[in-house]
T-cell receptor, first 113, second 113 residues
Framework: NAGVTQTPKFQVLKTGQSMTLQCAQDMNHNSMYWYRQDPGMGLRLIYYSASEGTTDKGEVPNGYNVSRLNKREFSLRLESAAPSQTSVYFC????????????FGPGTRLTVT | KQEVTQIPAALSVPEGENLVLNCSFTDSAIYNLQWFRQDPGKGLTSLLLIQSSQREQTSGRLNASLDKSSGRSTLYIAASQPGDSATYLCAVRPPGGSYIPTFGRGTSLIVHP
């Protein structure tokens, strides 16, 4: 199993450009998440998808959109990037059996100039 | 609202020491607690998962304990090594099928030779 994979690993955007971060998991997990991690701020939840076909806002959803394409894939879109969106983005999924153990991807480091 | 605190924020110890990392949470009604390790520039790796009905979990030199009534968990690392240098985060999950864990901000550990 590859676990949770994310593409790209690194990206530099200019202000106003758009892009989509891709996430996929091969563990047959129902729930998937997008977080951002900034120095001194910890992990903050952007959006999550409890199951295929549903998405919900987290703590910091402004400026982002998501798509749960199928059970495996959950993408995060920045429509008009801003310097405040410079961050490291992590995708995660949860095993919704009795354990509810969470697994993370390797992250995407995004810089907006 | 659940709050998770990890103290200290940073810790530097000589190789070979046994050490304890702390994780405190304000609401004792939790489903489980998960400890993660994060190396610089990498994603979060799951170390140990303790269900609310358990008191501790062990993996190699790591032992995590849970005391729900006092809102505390500790991660004990025996015979620390330079390779243990990383940031350690804890996350608590509420009961009732909620999919949203609450994360602490982590303890940054340096083990020097």
């Amino acid at each position: 199993n590859a676990g949770v994979t994310q593409t790209p690993k690194f990206q530099v955007l200019k202000t106003g450009q758009s892009m989509t971060l891709q996430c996929a998991q091969d563990m047959n997990h129902n729930s998937m998440y997008w977080y951002r991690q900034d120095p001194g701020m910890g992990l903050r939840l952007i959006y999550y998808s409890a199951s295929e076909g549903t998405t919900d806002k987290g703590e910091v959803p402004n400026g982002y959109n998501v798509s749960r394409l199928n059970k495996r894939e959950f993408s995060l879109r920045l429509e008009s990037a801003a310097p405040s969106q410079t961050s490291v983005y992590f995708c995660a999924s949860i095993q919704r059996d009795s354990s509810y153990e969470q697994y993370f991807g390797p992250g995407t480091r995004l810089t907006v100039t | 609202k659940q709050e998770v605190t990890q103290i200290p924020a940073a810790l530097s110890v000589p190789e070979g020491e046994n050490l304890v990392l702390n994780c405190s949470f304000t609401d004792s009604a939790i489903y489980n607690l998960q400890w993660f390790r994060q190396d610089p520039g990498k994603g979060l790796t799951s170390l140990l998962l303790i269900q609310s009905s358990q008191r501790e979990q062990t993996s190699g030199r790591l032992n995590a304990s849970l005391d729900k009534s006092s809102g505390r968990s500790t991660l004990y690392i025996a015979a620390s090594q330079p390779g243990d240098s990383a940031t350690y985060l804890c996350a608590v999950r509420p009961p009732g099928g909620s999919y949203i864990p609450t994360f602490g901000r982590g303890t940054s550990l340096i083990v020097h030779p």
